[in-house]
């Protein structure tokens, strides 16, 4: 069941990404910010699950400490 919500949101999530690219690419030249924007906010995004998926020190407190 949770895996089907998921599933759900995911698919609701790219659609809803592929509406605002669509949207901003309408809307040139002004569109160029916001997806200059989206792009930056992504980047982020990618570098912040490497870091969190390659720190030890992140998987050793999940694991060990108590909550």
Same mark, same amino acid.
């Given at each position: @069941?949770? %895996?089907?919500?998921? &599933?759900?949101?995911?698919? +609701?999530?790219?659609?809803?990404?592929? &509406?605002?690219? %669509? #949207? @901003?690419?309408? &809307?040139?030249? *002004?569109?160029?910010? #916001? =997806?200059? #924007?989206?792009? &930056?906010? #992504? =980047? =982020? *995004?990618? !570098?912040?699950? $490497?870091?969190?998926?390659?720190? $030890?020190?992140?998987?050793?407190?999940? !694991?060990? +400490?108590? $909550?």
């Amino acid at each position: @069941m949770e %895996t089907i919500a998921y &599933a759900l949101l995911a698919i +609701v999530a790219l659609i809803w990404l592929v &509406a605002i690219i %669509t #949207g @901003m690419i309408v &809307a040139l030249p *002004f569109g160029l910010i #916001g =997806l200059i #924007g989206l792009l &930056a906010v #992504g =980047l =982020l *995004f990618i !570098k912040v699950l $490497k870091e969190r998926l390659s720190s $030890k020190e992140d998987d050793h407190y999940s !694991k060990n +400490v108590d $909550k």
